[in-house]
């Protein structure tokens, strides 16, 4: 069965803070992706990883950064949290095969930044 | 204009009502079309995949018209259980990688 995880389900930092968010698949994606959601906006792509050590920055890749070391596992960074970081964060992976291009995804992770 | 668009709704109907959503995408290039649902405070998963023939999954009916670039979904007999978000998906890159999605439809089905 597909599992994708996420470190935590809900967070809450202060303006400033450092913010790790990690993400690991257990079905040998190459592909692996961070997304926002916000009320109104839908899912907007962050930032995304074909390969191990490989990104490609997404629609809304400012004020983020990322890290791919191994391939299960992908990292999303806030530098220094802001408020209108504030949001539903959600991570997917999916393979590259032509046939396969369906995303799955974690459970997301609500962060609140205050 | 967006990439891909959708009423947000939310479209109420009564338990057994048969409900019809529709999508409009902007990338004529666009290969595979895809419905995911998502529950309050959930994430998205996947629905159904949208072929060019149209194909369906027991209630649910995906059709995809590529000459005016619009993808729907016929859900009948509607339960209580259908009530979500319905996001349509579409890819957005050559390498088939990549995917855009609407911003989706809410449904709420009422006794």
């Known amino acids: 069965d597909v599992k994708v995880t996420q470190s935590s389900r809900y967070l809450v930092k202060r303006t400033g803070e450092k913010v790790f968010l990690e993400c690991v698949q257990d079905?040998?994606?190459?592909?692996m992706f961070w997304y926002r959601q916000d009320p109104g906006l839908g899912l907007r792509l962050i930032y995304f990883s074909y390969d191990v050590k490989m990104k490609e920055k997404g629609d809304i890749p400012e004020g983020y950064s990322v890290s791919r070391e191994k391939k299960e596992r992908f990292s999303l960074i806030l530098e220094s949290a802001s408020t209108n970081q504030t949001s539903m964060y959600l991570c997917?992976?999916?393979?590259?095969?032509?046939?396969?291009?369906?995303?799955?995804f974690g459970p997301g992770t609500r962060l609140l930044v205050l | 204009r967006k990439e891909v668009e959708q009423d947000p709704g939310p479209f109420n109907v009564p338990e057994g009502a048969t409900v019809a959503f529709n999508c409009t995408y902007s990338n004529s290039a666009s290969q595979s079309f895809f419905w995911y649902r998502q529950d309050c405070r959930k994430e998205p998963k996947l629905l159904m995949s949208v072929y060019s023939s149209g194909n369906e999954d027991g209630r649910f009916t995906a059709q995809l018209n590529r000459a005016s670039q619009y993808i729907s979904l016929l859900i009948r007999d509607s339960k209580l259980s259908d009530s979500a978000t319905y996001l349509c998906?579409?890819?957005?890159?050559?390498?088939?990688?990549?995917?855009?999605f609407g911003g989706g439809t809410r449904l709420m089905v009422k006794p």
């Open positions: 079905m040998d994606h190459e592909n």
């Open positions: 997917a992976s999916s393979s590259r095969d032509r046939g396969r291009e369906t995303q799955y």
């Open positions: 998906v579409v890819n957005s890159d050559n390498a088939g990688n990549m995917l855009t």
